[in-house]
């Protein structure tokens, strides 16, 4: 592992089980955790490969799963990944840095149609790392595939970081929504959906 991310750095010692205590007790409680999974599944066609990239607790790649598609999530922490495998039979979860991530490595040679990074993953990375971790997503996405980015504008990564980020990685940005569920963007939202797309060859 590279750098330690800001999930590690910026949160308290137990905050992994917390996490992960969390989003069960939401599961159990019926809560909709589903809502970034539809956005992706409206995007891509049936039976698409996904990666979830920054996965936590399984949640997104499950509910991708249970939509057909062939998912592998990856995060950098080991109990999240240890609980979405527990969780979330189906995809396959695994431990690996997004800012040196390479799955030819782990098995997984064969390009993705679209990522998706929920969960305000881009603004737990280790600073600094925030382009190298887009280069390294879209290097594991097909030319004319997606990566769908959604993290809270009130962090520590502007939209505008993200544009210039996204450009140097090889991918442009395509849309921009408020929320998940498609509000308009507009410059005071709090949360910022984008989707890019890797260029045709």
């Known amino acids: 592992m590279g750098k330690p991310t800001r999930w590690v750095t910026e949160t308290k010692p137990g905050h992994s089980q917390w996490y992960i205590d969390r989003f069960r007790q939401l599961a159990a409680e019926g809560a909709d955790l589903a ?14 490969r996904i990666l979830d990239a920054g996965s936590g607790t399984g949640r997104v790649a499950a509910a991708l799963a249970a939509r057909g598609h062939p998912v592998v999530g990856v995060d ?42 929920a969960g305000n993953v881009m603004v ?54 408020a929320t998940w569920d498609l509000r308009p963007w507009h410059d005071d939202a709090d949360w910022a959906v984008t989707v890019l797309r890797k260029p045709a060859a």
Do not use: K
């Open 35 to 48: 809502g970034e999974a539809r956005l992706v599944d409206a995007l891509v066609p049936p039976g698409a």
């Open 76 to 117: 950098a922490d080991p109990a999240l990944v240890e609980a979405a495998r527990a969780d979330h039979p189906g995809p396959r979860f695994l431990v690996a840095d997004l800012a040196e991530l390479d799955l030819a490595a782990q098995g997984e040679p064969e390009p993705f149609d679209a990522a998706v990074v």
């Open 124 to 177: 737990f990375v280790a600073a600094g790392t925030e382009r190298t971790v887009l280069a390294r997503i879209a290097a594991h996405v097909r030319p004319d595939g997606l990566v769908v980015v959604g993290f809270d504008t009130r962090r520590s990564y502007p939209v505008t970081d993200l544009d210039a980020d996204a450009v140097a990685a090889g991918l442009r940005v395509e849309h921009r929504f």
